[in-house]
């Protein structure tokens, strides 16, 4: 008897604390120093275009993906064996090369991204901004990524297979791919590698815009406008 009544008065605390911390959500506007609605979901589009402006661009510039280590687009799976064969039989510049056109390719389709971006931004409601103000350190992030993903793969996916021919791709692996196939006892291969690299410049560029949420949530020196110190002091 005594374990049921200790039960249901931790289920009581529970359900009180979880309605208490709705209650917060509900309420922020009226809470957090004055900010009304607006100045907060400001605050957030602020954040975010800085993380556009700042980290998406980066990676449009050439070695923008080959050269950072946090984006750098490997091989896939089935390929990684195809290097490794050519570093063995004394073909390693090739190797490097087919690697780095894969990476050109995702810092041109990059270029696509931002207009979608600066849309799905400008669409943030205020229950959103609560949401992302008071979620984890990627919330901003992963709001982005749930409303541009369909739409910038269908961007980045013409983009790259056109880049592949302009910065001489598919020419490259063409020829790897070729000679692969010639030595001895491999199982041959032919990857989709347009889909591959639209998946990984997509993961690039959101993994980039979290690094400058990161910053911002966790850096007061990141902050670097009155709104976005006003705003994000509410979540310190």
Known sequence: MNLKRITLFICCITLFSCAELQNVVNNLPTQTGGLDPTTIG???????DFGIDKQVTRLTQKDGFYK?????ILLPQELQKVD???????????ADEGLKVLNRAAEDAVK??????????????FNDAKNILLGPDTAATSYLEGRTNTQLYSKFSPVIKNSFTKVGADQIWTNIITKY?????????????????TN???????????????NIRNKV?????????QVFALQD
């Not at 196939?181 to 591959?196: A, G, I, M, S």
């Open 42 to 48: 400001n605050g957030l589009r602020q954040a975010l």
């Open 68 to 72: 950072n280590k946090l984006v750098k």
């Open 84 to 94: 490794k064969t050519l570093r063995d039989i004394g073909l390693g510049s090739l």
């Open 112 to 125: 696509e991204a931002t207009p979608i971006f600066v849309s799905a931004v400008k669409e943030i409601t």
């Open 181 to 197: 196939n010639t030595v001895p006892f491999v199982n041959k291969v032919n990857p989709d590698l347009t889909d591959y690299v």
């Open 200 to 214: 990984e410049a997509l993961k690039g560029v959101y993994t980039m815009i979290s690094v400058e949420e990161k």
């Open 221 to 229: 020196s990141s902050r670097t406008t009155t709104l976005l110190k």
